[in-house]
């Protein structure tokens, strides 16, 4: 373990992971503001104990949570396999350059595009966030591919 906290690439990578990871477990927050701002609940068991009639009101979607919902989403799709393909080119020895590059514009591009998606920003903007942290994603598995088959 040790000689991993000296891989300055894998240090990195543990702090971009870092911050996605927290940006990925505030959606649940978001989703719970816009919930109960909006009123709007899917469990019969959030609204148990309030009347038939209430429950009528509040039992239903709305396009705010749904939003949110699906930012959530997209941060699981999107930063899981960050995790993965990002360890791997972070063990195998990357330029610290390269690695860092790679690690913030991933971070940079998954924070705004959850700033798009929530404030409903015009597109391509949420678009060309997700390609951009996308791109990274495949640039990290195309070095590490590389590496393996060009030895």
């Known amino acids: 373990m040790s000689q991993l906290m000296e891989n300055e690439a894998f240090k990195a990578f543990t702090t971009y992971a870092a911050i996605v990871t927290l940006k990925m ?10 919930r ?3 009123k709007s609940f899917i469990n019969e068991e959030d609204v148990a104990w309030m009347s038939e009639e209430q429950k009528k009101k509040l039992l ?5 949570v749904e939003r949110a919902r ?3 989403y997209n ?15 972070a063990l195998s020895g990357p330029e610290l350059s390269s690695a860092l590059l790679h690690f913030r514009i991933f971070t940079a591009a998954r ?12 597109q391509p903007s949420r678009a060309l966030s997700y390609f951009l ?5 495949f640039s990290m598995a195309y070095s590490l591919l590389s590496k393996v088959f060009f030895l």
């Not at 239903?60 to 705010?64: A, E, Y």
């Not at 924070?111 to 015009?122: E, G, K, Q, T, W």
């Open 25 to 34: 477990i505030l959606m649940g927050p978001v989703t719970v503001y816009f």
């Open 133 to 137: 942290g996308m791109l990274v994603t």
């Open 60 to 64: 239903k979607t709305h396009p705010d």
């Open 111 to 122: 924070i705004f595009h959850s700033f798009a998606y929530i404030l409903v920003l015009p």
């Open 36 to 38: 109960f701002t909006r």
């Open 70 to 72: 699906r930012c959530h």
């Open 75 to 89: 941060d699981l799709e999107n930063i899981i396999p960050f995790f993965f393909i990002g360890l791997l080119y």
